[in-house]
């Protein structure tokens, strides 16, 4: 038993290191893995230290293998196994790698102050939606058809309940935008939004870049009319208010 001090220790060092890697979930970072190794390379050392016998037991199959008395086989597989280990981590570290490169992605870029859409130059700043009149009947009415619009175009992609799950979402990446998540169109205003439609994925400035996405470029498909419509529906649709800046000056003045 008291020879196996040092098979023992090792065990009990490479369990450690197994348990914290496969058992701890999620898993750890590197350096908090190397300093629980560190603390527990101290504790068996101290252990195994403590007692004059053990240590002699624990130093004993070290001695052997540099004294040149253990098996050749061990001798070789130490004497060449350790260099190559440390040289086989030392290459993991500094390989290039061909993985794609951590790339953030900028969720809702900045519009340009202007862009061309059906043939003209529109001003993004000045733009509104002109079927937000006071007209409730005729408001109910656009909705309605764009909610037509809706189905016939974008429900494919951003889902028969505007939560960007359709038929082909899991296609794509970026995923089509789920217009339920107030990370989407509730902070947009609907300039912001009828941009984003009219000149779809191409449309995104470089600040937006690397992004692929699939939104195509509606101003091709669609009338002006037509993207205000499907605007307007999917606000109503999905529960989300457009973004005014109207709205803000007026929850000042409550205050
Ligand atoms: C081929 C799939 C596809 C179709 C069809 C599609 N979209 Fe998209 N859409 C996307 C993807 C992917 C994104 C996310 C990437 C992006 O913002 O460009 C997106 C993003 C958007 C955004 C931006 C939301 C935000 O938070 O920035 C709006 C608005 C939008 N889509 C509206 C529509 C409307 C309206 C239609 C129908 C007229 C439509 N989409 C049809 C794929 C699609």
Redesign the pocket.
């Known amino acids: 038993m008291q020879r196996h001090t040092f098979t023992l220790a090792l065990a009990l060092w490479l369990a450690i290191l197994a348990g914290l890697k496969l058992l701890v979930q999620p898993p750890m970072p590197a350096s908090v893995l190397m300093i629980y190794m560190v603390l527990s390379t101290l504790g068996i050392g101290v252990y195994v230290a403590a007692n004059e016998a053990r240590w002699r037991d624990f130093l004993a199959p070290l001695q052997a293998v540099f004294d040149g008395r253990a098996p050749r086989l061990v001798q070789a597989l130490v004497l060449a196994g350790l260099p190559l280990l440390v040289g086989y981590g030392t290459w993991q570290r500094t390989a290039p790698s061909w993985d794609a490169p951590f790339e953030p992605r900028v969720v809702?870029p900045e519009p340009p102050s202007s862009f061309s859409a059906h043939g003209k130059r529109i001003d993004t700043v000045a733009l509104k939606n002109p079927l937000r009149t006071g007209d409730a009947a005729a408001l109910a009415r656009h909705i309605a058809e764009g909610k037509t619009?809706?189905y016939r175009?974008?429900f494919?992609?951003?889902g028969d309940a505007l939560a960007g799950d359709g038929h082909?979402a899991g296609a794509?990446t970026?995923?089509?935008?789920n217009f339920r998540d107030v990370g989407?169109?509730g902070m947009?205003q609907e300039s912001y939004?009828y941009w984003?439609?009219a000149t779809g994925?191409p449309g995104?400035p470089k600040g937006a870049t690397p992004w692929l996405?699939?939104?195509?470029v509606?101003q091709h498909m669609?009338s002006e009319e037509e993207i205000w419509k499907?605007v307007l529906y999917?606000y109503e649709g999905s529960g989300a208010t457009p973004r005014t800046w109207d709205e803000e000056v007026k929850h000042d003045h409550h205050k």
């Open positions: 809702h619009i809706y175009n974008c494919y992609c951003h082909f794509f970026p995923l089509p935008a989407t169109i947009l939004v984003r439609i994925g995104l996405s699939a939104m195509p509606w669609l499907v999917i």
